[in-house]
Nanobody, 120 residues
Framework: VQLLESGGGLVQVGESHSLSCTFS????????VGWFRQAPGKEREFVAS????????YYGDPVKGRFNISRDNAREMVFLELNNLKPEDTAVYYC??????????????WGQGTQVTVSQ
């Protein structure tokens, strides 16, 4: 399985932004997919995930009510919509996939990451 993120960049506080992730090398619909992030000097943090069958969505507390995750099984893609961005959202965002767990602390597959920087 390979995951390729796109959409990172520099955004202003309060703005919205979108990230995309393209999945390949497996049967996408069999995988729980999601996003983690890691800010400089901080531990990796769960952001969001969406289930493989139910489509149930989970969010980390810091992003609840602001971020929205979705998946498109036909296109084999995962999306993360980031709204009302804050400076503390600055991080490298990683796309993840796991065949077993919807909220896995350490998903089996990871992308290379894409940088999102939120400036004042």
């Amino acid at each position: 399985v390979q995951l390729l993120e796109s959409g990172g960049g520099l955004v202003q506080v309060g703005e919205s932004h979108s990230l995309s992730c393209t999945f390949s090398g497996g049967t996408f619909e069999f995988y729980h997919v999601g996003w983690f992030r890691q800010a400089p000097g901080k531990e990796r943090e769960f952001v969001a995930s969406v289930g493989r069958l139910s489509g149930r969505r989970y969010y980390g507390d810091p992003v609840k009510g602001r971020f929205n995750i979705s998946r498109d099984n036909a296109r084999e893609m995962v999306f993360l919509e980031l709204n009302n961005l804050k400076p503390e959202d600055t991080a490298v965002y990683y796309c993840t996939a796991d065949p077993y767990k919807g909220v896995a602390p350490n998903p089996m597959y990871w992308g290379q990451g894409t940088q999102v920087t939120v400036s004042q």
